[in-house]
């Protein structure tokens, strides 16, 4: 069984930072690509950055310039560095990876999610 455990959210003036991290425990062979989405009050889940298993990264535009998504393959750990945060940035945020088991299964996993809240 795999999971993936968030932290790093809560609450922060506009303007301000956070990093997000995001690590994978259990029975793994390798992780691909990692991401993380967020889904704000009454809105749909969006994608906000992806970085493949060899650093590959792609953004949202809402998310191009002010964030940085990272990975260490050695951790088992994505990253996302959250920088001039809006109050707009507030939502949940949750970590997904494409992990193969031993078993050579593919699996996608999910995060439970960290709450992010930006506001003064």
């Known amino acids: 069984q795999v999971q993936l455990v968030e932290s790093g959210g809560g609450l922060v003036q506009p303007g301000g930072s956070l990093r997000l991290s995001c690590a994978a425990s259990g029975s793994i062979f390798s992780i691909n690509a990692m991401g993380w989405h967020r889904q704000a009050p009454g809105k749909q889940r969006e994608l906000v950055a992806v970085?493949?298993?060899?650093?590959?990264?792609v953004y949202a535009d809402s998310a191009k310039g002010r964030f940085t998504i990272s990975r260490d393959n050695a951790k088992n750990t994505v990253y996302l560095q959250m920088n001039s945060l809006k109050p707009e940035d507030t939502a949940v945020y949750s970590c997904?990876?494409?992990?193969?088991?031993?078993?050579?299964?593919?699996?996608?996993?999910w995060g439970q999610g960290t709450l992010v809240t930006v506001s003064s």
């Open positions: 970085i493949a298993s060899g650093g590959s990264t």
């Open positions: 997904n990876a494409g992990v193969v088991v031993p078993s050579l299964r593919y699996l996608e996993v």
